[in-house]
């Protein structure tokens, strides 16, 4: 199975592109991820997207953050 993922984090992008991260909660939740990413044959695709097209939170590089 293919998933396409919209990601607005670019150390998040970096980090499942590359595998493995200098954090180890990072490269903890990733050993999670791969696991079960093997087990039932799901190939990631990332879309890298624009902080402004995320509805989850306010795009917040030098701007203050909203309340």
Same mark, same amino acid.
Do not use: E
């Given at each position: 199975m293919r998933q /396409? /993922?919209?990601v607005d984090s670019s150390v998040f992008e970096g980090v499942l592109a590359k595998g493995? +991260?200098?954090s180890r909660e990072l490269?903890?939740?990733l050993r +999670?991820?791969?696991?079960?990413m093997l087990i039932a044959? /799901? *190939?990631l695709? /990332?879309?890298p997207l624009a902080?402004? *097209?995320?509805?989850g939170d306010d795009p917040s590089r030098e701007r203050r953050v909203r309340k």
């Open positions: /396409i /993922i919209g493995r +991260s200098s490269n903890l939740l +999670s991820l791969a696991a079960d044959d /799901i *190939h695709g /990332i879309l902080s402004k *097209h995320n509805p």
